[in-house]
C-alpha cells in the first residue's frame, strides 16, 4: 500500500463496481486541497473525458479517495436513492443522452453541465427501493453464471494447451 490517497482513474470503473486492483496514489496534502472531488460510499463516478459515459457505483472504500481530472464524482441525488441512480446510468435512457452529449474527434468529452442536465426516471422512493432490490437479485443470479462460464471457459483453455504440449512434444500420438 503506498502512502497517500487513492486517486482513481477509468480503469477503475467496472460498471456497477469499482476496480481498485489498480490504483494510483496522491499525496494528503493534494487530496486535502479538492474536498469537491473527495468520494464517499454512495457516489457515482462518471468518466467525462476518453472512456465517456464507463461509470461505477461506489459502495465500498479501502481508504480515503478521490478522482483524477477525467472523472466526475456524482452525488447528492434529491429524491433519489443513490443506487437506483447509479443503476439509471447502465440504461439506454441515460446512454442515449450521453451519445447526444459527447463533443470531439479525437478525444471524446462531456461537460460537466451537459451531465447536470441529465433526465432520469424519477418514480417514488419506495419504487426506487424495490427497483434496486430486484435489480441487486439479478444482476447478482447474472454475474454468478458469468462467473461460472468464465470458470468452465478457463478450465477448456487449460486442457487445449495441454493438448497442444502432449501432442507437439510426442507425449501422445495422432491417431
Known amino acids: 500500500e503506498?502512502?497517500?490517497e487513492i486517486t482513481l482513474g477509468p480503469s477503475n470503473l467496472a460498471g456497477m463496481n469499482?476496480?481498485?486492483?489498480?490504483c494510483k496514489y496522491l499525496s494528503w496534502e493534494k487530496?486535502?486541497?479538492?474536498?469537491?472531488?473527495?468520494?464517499?460510499?454512495?457516489?457515482?463516478?462518471l468518466a467525462k473525458t476518453a472512456s465517456v459515459g464507463k461509470y461505477?457505483?461506489?459502495d465500498y472504500l479501502p481508504k480515503e479517495t478521490t478522482v483524477n481530472p477525467q472523472l466526475?464524482?456524482?452525488?447528492?441525488?434529491?429524491?433519489?436513492?443513490?443506487?437506483?441512480?447509479?443503476?439509471n446510468f447502465a440504461s439506454q435512457v441515460i446512454d442515449t443522452q450521453i451519445n447526444y452529449n459527447v463533443v470531439g474527434s479525437t478525444i471524446l468529452t462531456i461537460s460537466q453541465v451537459a451531465i447536470g442536465n441529465f433526465k432520469f426516471?424519477?418514480?417514488?422512493?419506495?419504487?426506487?427501493?424495490?427497483?434496486?432490490?430486484?435489480?441487486?437479485?439479478?444482476?447478482?443470479d447474472i454475474d454468478a453464471i458469468?462467473?461460472?462460464?468464465?470458470?468452465?471457459?478457463?478450465?477448456y483453455k487449460t486442457l487445449k494447451r495441454a493438448l497442444i504440449n502432449e501432442v507437439v512434444t510426442g507425449q501422445r500420438?495422432?491417431?
Open 56 to 58: 461505477a457505483y461506489v
Open 146 to 155: 458469468i462467473a461460472n462460464c468464465t470458470a468452465q471457459i478457463e478450465k
Open 121 to 140: 426516471p424519477l418514480p417514488p422512493l419506495s419504487e426506487q427501493e424495490e427497483i434496486v432490490v430486484y435489480l441487486d437479485q439479478k444482476c447478482a
Open 72 to 87: 466526475l464524482v456524482i452525488n447528492n441525488f434529491d429524491n433519489a436513492m443513490p443506487k437506483y441512480m447509479a443503476y
Open 2 to 4: 503506498s502512502d497517500g
Open 18 to 22: 469499482m476496480d481498485y486492483s489498480r
Open 173 to 175: 500420438t495422432i491417431e
Open 31 to 45: 487530496y486535502y486541497e479538492s474536498p469537491e472531488i473527495m468520494v464517499r460510499e454512495g457516489d457515482i463516478i
